[in-house]
């Protein structure tokens, strides 16, 4: 997505070779105007598929997925990161380790907000490892209830988690992705 990666191009910060910090558009500060294109851009991607709900984790997934519930016209469900067990019947539960950022949490999600008639898109703002997306994957096959596909605002196809997305089957769809970050240099894949 072109005005996508010429945002990164400009306001991107290359920390090291893993990290890119995009705290002035999507983490941090929310550009509005690059959000609404976004929830176009995946709207439209997946406008065949009859989703019922979108489904993103707490924090930055929510501003792109916000977006692209309203296109679609349907639900936005946020799962939430718990620190610890909640030990409730009333909640799918499963733990995500965080590589990136050296944590573990439970992911958490009200049985009320998951069917087994959904069919789900989950959105999230960064593909790195694969396990937070791994986590919702698991939780909704745990409801019996469909996955439609995965949207991702920007994918560093560099780290494992776009193959392990792949060997899944799913429908995964990246507006940006990121080849390498050596250098102090942004290069996209073609
Ligand atoms: P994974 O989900 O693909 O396995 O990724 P990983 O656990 O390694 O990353 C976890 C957190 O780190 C996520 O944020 C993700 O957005 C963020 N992250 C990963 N790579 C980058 C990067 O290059 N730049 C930035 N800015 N963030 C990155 P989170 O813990 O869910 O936090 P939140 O920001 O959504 O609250």
Redesign the pocket.
């Known amino acids: 997505m072109k005005i996508l990666e010429d945002m990164i191009k400009e306001k991107g910060q290359v920390?090291n070779e893993?990290?890119?910090?995009?705290?002035s558009f999507?983490?941090h500060q929310v550009d509005p105007v690059l959000m609404k294109n976004i929830g176009l851009e995946f709207a439209k991607h997946f406008k065949e598929k009859n989703i019922t709900k979108v489904f993103t984790?707490?924090?930055?997934?929510i501003a792109p997925a916000l977006l692209t519930a309203q296109e679609l016209k349907v639900p936005l469900v946020v799962l939430k990161?718990q620190t610890s067990n909640i030990l409730d019947r009333n909640y799918y539960q499963t733990e995500?380790?965080?590589?990136?950022?050296n944590c573990s949490y439970m992911l958490t999600l009200s049985q009320k907000y998951l069917k087994e008639s959904d069919n789900i898109l989950i959105i999230?703002?960064?593909?790195?490892?694969?396990?937070?997306?791994?986590g919702v994957i698991k939780l909704i096959k745990s409801a019996n209830a469909s996955i439609a596909g995965v949207g991702i605002v920007?994918e560093?196809s560099f780290?494992p988690?776009r193959t392990k997305l792949d060997k899944l089957g799913y429908d995964i769809y990246s507006l940006a992705r990121i080849k390498s970050l050596t250098n102090n240099r942004i290069e996209f894949l073609k």
């Open positions: 920390i893993d990290i890119l910090k995009v705290d999507l983490n984790i707490e924090s930055s997934g990161k995500v380790r965080s590589f990136t950022k999230d703002d960064f593909l790195a490892n694969g396990e937070a997306a791994s920007i560093k780290q988690g």
